[in-house]
């Protein structure tokens, strides 16, 4: 497998326009773009920081991932995403070495990618993406 970057840092957010207006107007970053994953319930917002995003998560609907990890853990760092070459053989080598993987099979994200979630059991409490951009 071959991880070329952090493609972002996951932040769930219980309303986008403040951490929004933060990262833009007080701390100058660029806003790149906001989009609906309906597949995740999640509308997410993303911010660039040099060769990376932050990637502001708001769940869309009371049973998304998201809205559960805002009930027990509050807003805050969620996820990380790593970018690789080829989504396929990277799920297939983490299944191969015994990796608990949420996603079985990658599956449509945001920004016209394919994703990959790495069960945090397996990855000492951090969930992990794997993303591939098309």
């Not at 609906?36 to 660039?48: A, D, L």
Request: proline share 4%; net charge negative; hydrophobic share 45%.
């Amino acid at each position: 497998m071959k991880i070329k970057r952090i493609a972002h840092l996951g932040i769930a957010v219980k309303d986008l326009e403040p951490p929004k207006e933060l990262y833009t107007k007080k701390l100058h970053l660029e806003f790149t773009g906001e989009e609906v994953v309906e597949t995740q319930k999640v509308r997410v917002s993303f911010i660039k920081v040099g060769e990376t995003n932050l990637e502001l998560l708001f769940p869309t609907a009371a049973d998304s991932p998201v809205a559960k990890f805002l009930e027990t853990r509050g807003e805050g760092f969620h996820h990380i995403a790593l970018e690789v070459e080829d989504i396929d053989a990277a799920v297939a080598e983490l299944q191969a070495a015994g990796v608990r993987l949420i996603d079985e099979k990658p599956r449509e994200g945001a920004h016209h990618s394919r994703v990959a979630f790495i069960h945090p059991k397996s990855t000492f409490g951090l969930l992990v993406e794997l993303v591939q951009y098309s």
